[in-house]
């Protein structure tokens, strides 16, 4: 092995060299949410869940698109963990969980990583705040084309979210 070398003093450069922030955008209204302009040199994508509700039982997904959002071809599961154990899967968008309620307040993150080809893999982990449960989640989906968007929305689609907010951090 050898030496990791002697820090050097300077500054590290500003955040645009290593990634792009996002600026969150609120969840309290809609039953879609679109962030475009996603730069086709982003290899990996964090969305942050802060108190994200919506008015009914339908989980919180995410859809991917270039050009236009892409609801097919999704190979997505994910696991509601509240003392038992649900399941679901989707191949309308990588889930963000297994169900809920009108009012769960979800916190967390959902990671998406480029695994060449166009093509995309999910690890989610999100908790809610107002109750014992845990959500954790996990997919892949091919693009026919690289990746531009991103879209929040619901298992169900119509489902409107009332609180919280999400910001997508790329790199």
Do not use: H
């Not at 996603?38 to 919506?54: E, L, N, Y």
């Not at 959002?69 to 963000?96: E, H, K, R």
């Amino acid at each position: 092995g050898g030496a990791l070398g002697t820090p050097s003093s300077g500054s590290l450069g500003s955040c645009s060299n290593y990634g792009t922030i996002g600026t969150p955008t609120a969840t309290t209204s809609g039953a879609t949410i679109t962030i475009t302009g996603i730069p086709s040199t982003a290899k990996r994508i964090v969305i942050c869940f802060v108190g994200v509700s919506t008015t009914g039982s339908d989980s919180p997904m995410i859809q991917l698109g270039n050009g236009s959002i892409d609801a097919t071809g999704y190979l997505s599961a994910a696991s509601q963990i509240a003392g038992s154990v649900s399941t679901a899967n989707s191949t309308t968008g990588f889930l963000s969980g297994n169900g809920g309620s009108s009012g769960y307040v979800r916190n967390g993150v959902m990671i998406l990583e480029y695994a060449g080809s166009n093509t995309w893999v999910c690890s989610c982990s999100l908790g809610s705040s107002d109750s014992a449960i845990m959500y954790v989640s996990a997919g892949s989906k091919v693009l026919g084309g690289t990746l531009d968007r991103v879209r929040l929305t619901t298992t169900g689609g119509t489902d409107t979210f009332d609180a919280g907010s999400i910001t997508v951090n790329y790199f």
